[in-house]
């Protein structure tokens, strides 16, 4: 059957079309405002496959290059030359045993992996770890000194150097800790450029907010330097937090020999000088 009342009418249908387009415009626009201004599903240039490209995992979560070596082995020489600028009071019989041994690791460190540090080995491994030991030992022996002869007046009888040698162990301690953190932290610098291990040691900032930092973002020994020195001087954890028990045992361990050092050190010396 045709008549009059069966033909459609364009204005009608002009309208229904005018209200599908006003409907789809705004969801497009609360999509919008929901997504950022990206659209993962109704986007008009990738759809899903646009969404899945932007979904980067950071990089400290992910296979990277290893780090380089020569920020650590730089920051370690100044460790070296910080202990041999030490009095004769508070270094070994020989003051060139400890310096020298840590010397001698690292340069056999560099020259096993000269740049970046991505192989694994047991042996390189544990020669990172001797120097790191050998490190804390000597500056852990010429702060006991230091403290004994504090405590008995043997030590301390001119304000300077009294305070160029507590800043040249307090600086060391801050470099040996550092080391350890970089060390260990989520099982080492190989260790963390193959992701190895995704539960980290310690909480960084970018971390926390991974949007405020970028997708390449990694830890590196500046970031593990720049913990250990807020550490030696809060005595507390700043913005970096320890996660597990071995990171917040060390870090106790470097607040209390940090506390003891500065206020014998300070006391003293002011005392001195009164």
Request: proline residues 6%; charged residues 15%.
């Amino acid at each position: 059957m045709t008549g009059p009342d069966l033909e459609p009418d364009p204005c009608a249908e002009q309208a229904h079309v005018d209200s599908l387009r006003t409907v789809h415009a705004e969801l497009v626009r609360l999509e919008g405002l929901l997504c950022g201004g990206r659209h993962p599903v109704s986007g008009a240039d990738g759809g899903i496959a646009r969404a899945a490209r932007q979904v980067h995992l950071p990089a400290w979560q992910r296979v990277t290059r290893g780090e380089n070596r020569w920020p650590v082995a730089a920051v370690i020489v100044i460790a070296i030359g910080l202990q041999l600028a030490l009095p004769d009071q508070l270094v070994l019989q020989s003051r060139w045993l400890l310096p020298g041994l840590e010397l001698a690791l690292l340069v056999a460190l560099v020259i096993a992996s000269p740049s970046r540090l991505e192989r694994e080995s047991t042996v390189l491994r544990a020669g990172s770890l001797a120097l790191a030991g050998l490190l804390s030992l000597a500056n852990a022996w010429s702060a006991a000194l230091l403290v004994l002869g504090l405590v008995s007046g043997s030590l301390g009888q001119d304000a300077g150097p009294l305070l160029a040698t507590g800043a040249a162990i307090w600086l060391t301690n801050i470099i040996a800790f550092a080391v350890w953190y970089w060390e260990f932290d989520r099982g080492g610098p190989v260790a963390r450029a193959l992701a190895r291990r995704s539960l980290p040691d310690f909480q960084f900032v970018q971390m926390q907010s991974p949007d405020l930092a970028h997708p390449d973002w990694e830890p590196g020994f500046v970031d593990y330097l720049y913990l250990s020195f807020t550490n030696a001087t809060a005595f507390s954890p700043t913005d970096t937090m320890p996660l597990t028990r071995w990171a917040k045992l060390t870090m106790l361990a470097q607040s209390l020999v940090s506390l003891i050092t500065v206020a014998l050190v300070v006391a003293r010396a002011v005392n001195i000088l009164k």
